[in-house]
Structures are given as structure tokens and as C-alpha cells.
């Protein structure tokens, strides 16, 4: 047997889980891991849950679940692993295979010798350019300590006006874990809308209606010139359009790869600013394998290079690797940009391409915005969700999904990422064997029924307005009527305050159809979507010519928030 | 435009599906159901949540999530189609386009032509060869009067020492809507475990462990022979095996297609029994459609008919006969037995072949029992799982997956389903892109982490008994040692009671080897069957050339059950 001197650098994810395969696979090989902070193999994305309380116990955020800490002595007895931390790799002797490296506090070098150097360098936090963010009461939320300053900050009651800057998925899981009604948050977000580049604007609008209805507050298209500060401690963030009350400032704009260790070994970066990867995880030094946050990925759809610095790439990548430094040939194809979020009761999940990716990536597409209960209404447990699908116009492939809701969607993404990763179509979708029971789902999907009036629209059976065509043609005051189906006590409870808006429920329409105007254009409206698109149905049965329905209802309309 | 003649025989999923999406087709069709029942529409799959009280008014059971009640009103106003209920179709004059069909109040017939007819007729529950069954306190749950008959005996007190006759899926929802610590609740099953044919043996029989410590009693392998009574009451249930105590009885043995209408119509009728349809859900005469519980479907792994009466495959076909009749040219592809339940506090889910299915049908396979936890364990809301995967060896192409738990199991059920509808293999399950947050799952999927043992055991690198095996070898007085490497409060709160069991915990095996002994069979056991892997994977680095670990650890043990 061989001993192999595998080499990991950086101890969190990608390389105790590169160290933990292979030395399952190779009993003899010397496995080591420098890793330059204070802990290892630590559950980063738990760090919210330790945050709100939910993880009551510092410990548990890098504990096995039969309770051992998982330190170095941990995978020197239960992995047989040696890790060294404190320890920072700086600089690779790709010509002898050695990496040069210095304890941090004892400026000590030492040089550690490789057959197979993985470097699992990961990702550090964006500093944006905001003045004065050296006062106390800011924060970041990317390492351990992080967490426990923050944790601190929190029990002695230092976090009562919030600012949470960026608002993608660690800044949402910020304002997860210190929301509550007895603090102000409020999230600045330099582009238009909630975790943009995750979700469409138009859902993320959707999400955002809901959270400010909870009493979060949002700022978009701002951006935060600086901090203000009495005593050294923050007092105010000040943006390009005001100014907003802080005692604590969460910075979350975003991951850079960690990537000076390669290139100044010579490695090739990528135009992500990442480091290149082959399906093997090899650099471009067969001998050097990355992995991570700090490697670009392969988009599984458009084939296209990206950055998504992600713990499930980390670890499944992990295992490849350790397969690979073992002499295995295993493969990561790549990914889809699946991601999801739990935020203040909601459940937000995505994969493949948002409407405006794939449209910024010239696809030609159609899409569609549904709402939908995600089990059988009758069960108490049910609970609406929004699915917004897009597919490719000709192959009618799906391109992308996503879902935000009370009730459940990160089911139907994973459904859906599935059947991307086949190339899988419209036609696929309707045909899948899907589990149906009423606690779980509908007897037609949720996600099914969202295909179909995909495909019905497609077909032009469907013919519809997105809420925010509606709201345009409304804002132009376009001459049409806007005919709202449901019944008087739900056109009570909420409706478009427009004197275009006619009344007449679903199962009256039949009767009365000599009350609708023939010489206009008819724009229906419901709850969900589902009895305007029947009423669209009759409408266009009974000879009526411009009729369309307003896709996903009241609960797609954003636009009678306060602010909009 | 035509005003085409669609009739539609049976008015409950199949049938109003086949209505409602014909009638948005084609705006002039002629649409009627005869439906010789009282009530249409309904959710018959909602009948349990109505006993159990989750679902509090009755009509809710068919009534849109807008409160309005789907009965023949509704269908002229909302989809303009002619509703007769209280109306049998009698026979199919297929030379002349017509059905007799025959009021079954006043016994009138009356004709009705078509140019497209379609058969909804659904199932009829078996009736097993039991003596007594019309005593008082002998139920079904098949049709709306059963709930309503049941409910009124609940709320009434009737129903305190029930007795299930059946554990397939209807049986096992009626055991949870009545399941509760004021009642006796007995199920008795004539084959050997809970849910057969649905669950493997040894899946059916860990979930019985729980519901048995949950209060639940089994009588499995006994056939139930007679009912005996008082003053025309249910009293007891006397089986092959002894008798039981019993105030109500619920028969729930499984269904059969309602196919006499078309077999005396001389339609094809196949070997299942039930109506033998294409892919457009056409029968041999083709401009008769059938659909839902009374047609047989195409499995999609073995290509060979099976009798699988489903509601969700009833709506989806539906919504394709829909389609044809109007002109369409949809296909419905076939099915993979995907299938759901939620009892008793525990989800349980499948999707194609179980292990004893698929060694029955030829297949050589593999296949793999995880204990795993549904999200990362250190989040509160953490569950623990148990998944069964099943592959075909060569191909490694997924056949099957079963799991159960308190935790989310129908998830990974769907996404196992949306596989194997592309043939997908292990290889393609470690490449999904499944979307990761710590509320939702771990960083690897456990559906994946389940793939990956099994990728493990097929390369030799786990190397495992089932505990179903332990069993038998400990049972044999096999000379072999059973190591339990749990922490040693995992051990004392409840382990494996044997002289063959030793206790090393991971963390001290490296260090411990020369305690194991080096001449005999080594089984290492955990809770979950991870730490036992890596303990097995330490054990054969260090040279001991016999040593596997038990699938699944101690979750996957039934066996000390304090019937077994
Ligand atoms: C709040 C939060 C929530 C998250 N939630 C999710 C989630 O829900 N789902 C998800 O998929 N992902 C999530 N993530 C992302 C996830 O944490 C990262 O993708 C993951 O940690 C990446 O692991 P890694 O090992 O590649 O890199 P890192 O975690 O960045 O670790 C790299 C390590 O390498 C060390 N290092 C770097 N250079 C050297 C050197 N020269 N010498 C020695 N050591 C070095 C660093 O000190 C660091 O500890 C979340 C992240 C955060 C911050
Ligand atoms: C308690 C229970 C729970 C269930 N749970 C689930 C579940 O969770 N998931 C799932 O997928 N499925 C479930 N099912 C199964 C589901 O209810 C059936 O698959 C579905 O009802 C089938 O619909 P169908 O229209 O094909 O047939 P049926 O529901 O059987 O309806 C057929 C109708 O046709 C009528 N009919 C028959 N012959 C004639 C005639 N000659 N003239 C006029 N009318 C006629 C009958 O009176 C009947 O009303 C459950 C069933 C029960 C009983
Ligand atoms: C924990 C860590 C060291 C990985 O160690 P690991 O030994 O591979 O992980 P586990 O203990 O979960 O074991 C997984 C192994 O057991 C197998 N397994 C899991 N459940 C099993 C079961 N019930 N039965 C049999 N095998 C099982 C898996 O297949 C895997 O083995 P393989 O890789 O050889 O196929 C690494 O993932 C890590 O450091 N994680 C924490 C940091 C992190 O991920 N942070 C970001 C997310 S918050
Ligand atoms: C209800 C029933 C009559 C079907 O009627 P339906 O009109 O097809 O059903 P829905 O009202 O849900 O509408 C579904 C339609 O709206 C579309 N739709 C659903 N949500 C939508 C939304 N938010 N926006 C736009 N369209 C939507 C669907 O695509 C479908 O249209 P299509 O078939 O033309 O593509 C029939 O399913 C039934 O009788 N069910 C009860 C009985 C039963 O299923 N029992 C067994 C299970 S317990
Ligand atoms: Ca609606
Ligand atoms: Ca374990």
C-alpha cells in the first residue's frame, strides 16, 4: 500500500470532507489539514440558527450529532487526520511539491511536503467601500467568531435598530435570526429588489410584500456611502437617499474567492476571478486539486463558467476529491444555482435561470407566475405558495423555477432541478409520478399544475397579463375592464382600487354575460389565477375576442403595499 | 365550431377532470357525467381528515378552496356541464352511439348519445369471504356515507375497540384518523407485515416498531374468519390465529375495477382486471376513453401492466382524455407506483420496485437500508429517516426507494420518482443539484448520502449485513463480534442484548485495535450506520480481513420489539 501525502489546505468544509473520503479509502496515506483560523469543520450555514436561539449551544455549530466536537483530536481519533490550525499555507513549491507554511502566532515557517495538494481556501467576505466600518456595532456573519460577537452583542441588548446590508442569501438569513418585533430591521439593497440575481424582481417584490408586512423595512436601489458613530460605536447608516438609525450594521454584500495561494503559485484563475477546475477538481497542476469556495463551477444548462459559493458543492466536491487524491476518477458535473432559504416563516427556493438570466443569455422564453396551495386546501395544514416557471420557447425545456412561500417549495425546486439535470421538458413534467396524498400535495402537483398553464399559455390557451403588465396598463390608463371573479366577501377583504374594476363571481359569469362589455378588452382576475383562467375560458367560448387573465391573482399583486 | 356529444360515466376524480378540462377546450361541446351516486366531486381522499376532525365540515370534502360546493350547480355554472346524479349507465349501445342508463330512484331509463364516450367508473371495495358483515359497527371507507356513517359512530362513542382488517394505504389512514390513547386499535393483516407490497418487509416492520410503541396492536400472518355479535352489534373478530375485541370494524382489503359497463360492451379487458387503454387513455374501441381507478397502467421500469387506482393518476389522466376528446393528442406515459402517506405521526413514502418486487420480476440488484437525519441535526426541528434504496446491479439504474420517519421522507420520494422517469442511475443521483439549507436538509442530500452508501457497498468499499442478517446470525450462534462503537450512554439507553456484543466507541478504535480480536467476524454497529461504516473502513485499513457493519444501526433494529 502506499503512503500517499495527501495535503488539504483549509478546514471547514471542503477539506475535512476531502480528508474524512479519502482516508476511508486509502488506510495508509498521510492525510493533513492547515488551516489558519481557530476552528475546524465547522457548520457555517448553522450560524443563524445559534443566532435566533434555535441552537442553544455554541458547541453544537462543529459537534457530531452523538455530541463529540469535531477539533483536531476529533479526526486524529475518529479520522485519522492531522490537523494543524493556526497555521497559514503561504506559498506552494509546485516544482518540489512542498507548501511553506507559518503558525500565525508564532510567525514559526514549516514546511509541509505533498504528493496531492487540495486547496480548500474557500471564500472571504466583500468589504464594500463604506466609510468608517472600523465602529464597534458592525458586524459580518461569515466565521465563527462572527457569530459570537454578534450572539453577544444580541443578549446584552446592544441590537435594537438593525441595518443589514445586502440582501442576498447570508444577509436574509441575518435578518432571520435577529428579527423580532422588538427590534427595527431593515435591510439596504443596492439593486431594485429582494435577493436579486436569486430571484426575479418580481418574486422578490412578492417576498418583500410579505415581510414588510411582518414589519421588516426595505430599502432598494440605495447604496450606503457611510457610517456615523458616536463614542466609536455605530449611530446611523447614511446612504445616497437619507439616513437610517443603527446600533448594529450586519455587512453582507457577498464572497470573494480566496484565490492569492494559487495564483501566486501560478495556478489558472478564471474569469469568475475563481480558480479553474476540471470535472476532476484538478487545477491546471494535475497534482493540485480545488475545491469549494474558492473554485468556479460549470453551469449545467448553459455550459457557462460561474461562481456560486455554496456548502453542498463544497462537500459533495469533497468527496470527489478524496475519491481522486486516492487514485478514483470520480466526476462533478456541475451545477443548476439551486439555493434555498428559510426567512421569517417563508420558504424561498430557485434553480437554473432566473427570467432576466435567461433572457440577459439571449434564451427565447416563456414564463409563468401561479399561485397555489401546496397541499389540498381542505387540510388545515395547507398554506399558498408562488411557483414562477420559465422554459425555453421552442424546446420547451425548463430553463428555471422558483418558489417562495408559507407552505412548501423547496419539494417542488428540488423536483424541478432534477428534471434539469436530464434536460427534461414541459411534456417530462406532466408525466411525472409524483407522490399525492392530501397533507403533502394536490392530486395534481402544485408544480404539474403550474406546467400546465405553462404549456396552456404556450398554446394559447391560456392568454395572460404578469401583475406587473396589469399594473402598466392600469399606470397608462389604458381603457380595458379589469373583472374581478371572486366572490364579494374576498373582493371585500382586498381589491384594485380602480374604476375599471368590474364585479361579477365565476358562477354568475355564464348568465350574465350580456353585462360584460363586448367592445373591450377583458382582463380577468382572482385569488390565485385559477377562476380568472376559467373565466378567460368562458369569455373566449362565448365569441367575447381580447380577453386575458392576470396570472396568480391578488396574491401576485405586490402593488398595494404602503410604499408602492 | 361542433357541439360534439362528450359523455362521461362516473362523476367523481376521473370523470369532472375530464369534464372540467374538456369544457375549457372546446366551448360548444355537449358535456354530461352520469354519476348514479349521490354526491360528485368529492375528495375521497379527504375522508380520513374528516374522521380524525382535521377537516371539521363535512361539505368541505367537496367544496373549492372558495367555499362554493362542486355539485351539479356548480358544474352547469362554473363549467357548463350537465350533471345527472342518481343516474346508472346501464349498457353501452356502442353500434349506435348510446348508453341506457336508468334513473335509480324511480328505475326510468333514459338514453343518452355520444360521439366521444369516457369511462370514469371507478373501484368498488372487495369484500372479503368473512362471515357477518352486515352485523352494526362494520365499516368501509370508500364513498362519502362511509365517512359520514363513521363519524357519526365516533362522535357518538360507538367506536372505542376497533379493529382494521387491511394495512395497505386506505387501512393505514383509517388507523390514523381513528388512531388515539382512549381507543383500542388492532389492524390485522393476512400477510406478514405492515403495508405489503407497498412497503418491503423490512421497512413495513420498522415503521410497525413505531407505531407499536405508540400504542398501536399488530396481528400479522392472520386471517380474520368471522364477526360474532350482540343483538346485531359487532362484538368480535375471530381470526385464524384467536379473537379480538372489537366495537367497530373497518374493512379496508384493497379495490377492483368497476369494468362490468365495458366488458359487456365487449371492451378489452386485461389481465389485471381492469380496462385496457393506449396512451391516450383510448380503449379497444376508439371513441371510448377510460381513466382512473377502473383502467390498468404501463410501469414504467418493467413496461408490464399493473392495477394501481390512484387519485392523482385519475386527475392527470383526465386532464389528457380532456384533451382528446376535444380533438387533443396528449399521452399518458405510465406510472411508477410513487405513494404517500402520513400516519400516526410518520411519513411514509415509495416509488418503484420494492427488493422483493424486483427479485421477483429478475432483476439482480442491490440495495441499501440508511438511518439518516432528514435536515442537519443540530437544527430543532431535525428528524431522523430511514430510506431504502434499491438499484440493478449492472446498470445501476434506480428500481426503487422507500422511506419512513418522522422526518421529511416524501421529498426525497419525488425526487427519487423524477429520476427513474429518465432512467436515472446512482451515478446521476451523486450530480443533483438539490437545493441546500440547514432547516431543509444537509449539506449532502440524504436521499444522496443513501446513493453514495450504496455506490460504496456496490464497490466493495461498505461492506454490510441488513439487521434482518445479524439477526438470523446471531440467532444461528454464529461465533462472531458484535462491536458497538456508540458513545457508552448511546450503549446503556438500549442495545443489542447478547455475550457476542463488545463496546469500543469510534473515537477510541484506532488506538484500542489489539482489544478486537483478530481471528474472528466483526460487525460494527451505531445508530445510524454511519459511525459503524467508518469503524468497519478503520478495521480493514488496519488489516482485519473480516469485518462488515449493520445497515442502518440501531434505528434499523426492530428486533427487540416486545413481541418479537
Ligand atoms: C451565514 C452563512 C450561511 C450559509 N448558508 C448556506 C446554506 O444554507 N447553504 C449552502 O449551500 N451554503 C451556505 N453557506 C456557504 C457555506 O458556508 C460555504 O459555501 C462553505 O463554508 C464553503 O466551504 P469551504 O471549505 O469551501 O470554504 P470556507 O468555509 O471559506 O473555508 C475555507 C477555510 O480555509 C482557510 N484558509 C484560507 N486560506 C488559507 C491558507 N492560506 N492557509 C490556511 N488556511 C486557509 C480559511 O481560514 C477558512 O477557514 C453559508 C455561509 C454563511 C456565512
Ligand atoms: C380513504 C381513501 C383515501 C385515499 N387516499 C388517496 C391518496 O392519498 N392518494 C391517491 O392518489 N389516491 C387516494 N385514494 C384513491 C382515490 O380516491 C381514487 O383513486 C379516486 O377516487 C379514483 O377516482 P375515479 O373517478 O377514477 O373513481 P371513483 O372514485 O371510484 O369514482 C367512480 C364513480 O363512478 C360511479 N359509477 C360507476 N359505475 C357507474 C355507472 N354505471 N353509472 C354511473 N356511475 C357509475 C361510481 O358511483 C363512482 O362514484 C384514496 C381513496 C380512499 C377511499
Ligand atoms: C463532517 C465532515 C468532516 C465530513 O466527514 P464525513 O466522515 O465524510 O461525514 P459523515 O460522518 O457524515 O459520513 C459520511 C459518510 O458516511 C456515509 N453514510 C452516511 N450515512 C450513512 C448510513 N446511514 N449508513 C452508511 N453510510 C452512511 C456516506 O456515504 C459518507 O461516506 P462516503 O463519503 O465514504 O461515501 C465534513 O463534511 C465537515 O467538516 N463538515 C462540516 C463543515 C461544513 O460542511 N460546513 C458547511 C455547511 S454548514
Ligand atoms: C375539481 C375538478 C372538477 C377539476 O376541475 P378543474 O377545473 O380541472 O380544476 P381546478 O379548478 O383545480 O383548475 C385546474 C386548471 O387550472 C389551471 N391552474 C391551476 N392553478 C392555476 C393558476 N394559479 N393560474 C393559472 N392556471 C391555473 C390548471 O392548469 C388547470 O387547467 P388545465 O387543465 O386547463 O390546464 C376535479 O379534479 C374533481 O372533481 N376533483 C375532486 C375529486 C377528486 O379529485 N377526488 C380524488 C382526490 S381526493
Ligand atoms: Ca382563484
Ligand atoms: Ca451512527
Redesign the interface.
Known amino acids: 500500500m502506499s503512503s500517499k501525502k495527501i495535503l488539504i489546505i483549509g478546514g471547514v468544509?471542503a477539506g475535512p470532507k476531502t480528508a474524512a473520503r479519502a482516508?476511508?479509502?486509502d488506510?495508509?496515506a498521510q492525510i493533513t489539514i492547515l488551516e489558519k483560523g481557530k476552528y475546524i469543520s465547522f457548520?457555517g450555514?448553522?450560524m443563524p440558527?445559534y443566532l435566533s436561539g434555535?441552537?442553544h449551544d455554541f458547541d453544537?455549530?462543529y459537534?457530531t450529532?452523538?455530541?463529540?466536537k469535531r477539533d483536531p483530536e476529533?479526526f486524529k481519533?475518529?479520522?485519522?487526520v492531522d490537523v494543524f490550525t493556526g497555521m497559514e499555507a503561504i506559498s506552494i513549491d509546485r516544482a518540489n511539491k512542498r507548501v511553506i507554511a507559518r503558525n500565525v502566532d508564532t510567525g514559526e515557517e514549516r514546511v509541509f511536503e505533498y504528493d496531492k495538494l487540495v486547496l480548500g481556501t474557500g471564500s472571504y467576505p466583500i468589504t464594500p467601500p463604506i466609510e468608517n466600518l472600523d465602529l464597534k456595532g458592525v458586524y459580518r456573519l461569515n466565521h465563527l467568531e462572527d457569530a459570537q460577537t454578534i450572539k453577544q452583542a444580541l443578549d446584552a441588548g446592544e441590537v435594537n435598530d438593525v441595518v443589514i446590508i445586502g440582501t442576498g442569501f447570508i444577509g436574509m438569513e441575518a435578518v432571520d435570526a435577529v428579527f423580532s418585533p422588538m427590534r427595527t430591521v431593515t435591510v439596504v439593497e443596492f439593486r431594485d429588489t429582494l435577493l436579486p440575481g436569486i430571484l426575479d424582481p418580481d418574486m422578490g417584490t412578492l417576498l418583500y410584500k410579505n415581510f414588510y408586512e411582518q414589519g421588516l423595512e426595505g430599502r432598494f436601489g440605495e447604496k450606503v456611502l457611510r457610517l456615523e458613530g458616536e463614542d466609536g460605536r455605530v449611530t446611523k447608516v447614511i446612504t445616497d437617499k437619507g439616513s437610517i438609525d443603527a446600533d448594529a450594521v450586519i455587512l453582507a454584500v457577498g464572497v470573494r474567492p480566496n484565490v492569492k495561494l494559487a495564483q501566486e503559485a501560478g495556478l489558472t484563475i478564471g474569469e469568475t476571478g475563481a480558480i479553474v477546475v476540471n470535472e476532476y477538481m484538478q487545477t491546471s497542476d494535475p497534482d493540485i486539486y480545488a475545491l469549494g469556495d474558492c473554485v468556479e463551477n460549470t453551469h449545467?444548462l448553459t455550459g457557462k463558467k460561474v461562481y456560486a459559493p455554496?456548502?453542498?458543492y463544497?462537500?459533495?466536491q469533497g468527496?470527489v476529491v478524496g475519491d481522486n487524491v486516492t487514485g478514483g476518477k470520480s466526476?462533478?458535473?456541475?451545477?443548476?444555482?439551486?439555493?434555498?432559504?428559510?426567512c421569517m416563516g417563508m420558504n424561498v427556493?430557485?434553480?437554473g435561470l432566473g427570467e432576466v438570466q435567461a433572457r440577459a443569455l439571449g434564451y427565447d422564453i416563456e414564463s409563468i407566475l401561479v399561485a397555489t396551495?401546496d397541499m389540498?386546501?381542505?387540510?388545515?395544514n395547507s398554506n399558498k405558495i408562488l411557483l414562477k416557471m420559465i422554459v425555453e420557447k421552442n424546446t420547451r425545456k425548463l430553463l428555471g423555477i422558483q418558489g417562495i412561500g408559507k407552505g412548501e417549495v423547496?419539494?417542488r425546486?428540488?423536483?424541478a432541478?432534477?428534471?434539469m439535470?436530464?434536460g427534461?421538458t414541459l411534456d417530462?413534467l406532466?408525466?411525472?409520478?409524483?407522490?399525492?396524498?392530501?397533507?403533502?400535495n394536490t392530486?395534481?402537483?402544485p408544480m404539474?399544475h403550474t406546467g400546465?398553464a405553462l404549456k396552456n399559455k404556450l398554446e394559447g390557451?391560456a392568454n395572460t397579463y404578469t401583475p406587473q403588465e396589469v399594473k402598466e396598463k392600469l399606470a397608462r390608463g389604458e381603457d380595458f375592464v379589469l373583472l374581478d371573479v371572486?366572490?364579494p366577501q374576498?373582493f371585500n377583504m382586498r381589491h384594485i382600487e380602480d374604476d375599471r374594476v368590474q364585479q361579477l363571481t365565476?358562477?354568475?359569469l355564464?348568465?350574465k354575460l350580456d353585462q360584460v362589455p363586448g367592445d373591450k378588452e377583458i382582463v380577468t382576475v382572482c385569488?390565485?389565477g385559477t377562476?380568472a383562467y376559467?373565466a378567460s375560458?368562458?369569455l373566449?367560448?362565448?365569441g367575447f375576442k381580447n380577453v386575458k387573465f392576470m396570472e396568480a391573482g391578488m396574491e401576485g399583486w405586490p402593488f398595494d403595499m404602503d410604499d408602492f
Do not use: W
Open positions: 468544509a482516508r476511508r479509502l488506510p495508509d457548520a450555514c448553522g440558527f434555535k441552537i453544537h455549530l459537534s450529532s452523538y455530541g463529540v476529533f481519533s475518529e479520522r485519522g449545467l455554496m456548502a453542498t463544497a462537500n459533495r468527496r466526476t462533478f458535473k456541475g451545477i443548476l444555482g439551486t439555493g434555498v432559504l428559510h427556493a430557485r434553480t396551495f389540498t386546501h381542505y387540510h388545515p423547496a419539494k425546486i428540488d423536483v432541478a432534477t428534471m439535470y436530464y427534461g417530462d406532466l408525466n411525472l409520478d409524483l407522490g399525492y396524498a392530501p397533507p403533502y392530486p395534481i402537483d404539474v400546465m390557451v371572486r366572490t374576498q365565476l358562477g354568475e355564464r348568465e385569488v390565485m377562476r376559467e375560458r368562458i373566449q367560448g362565448a
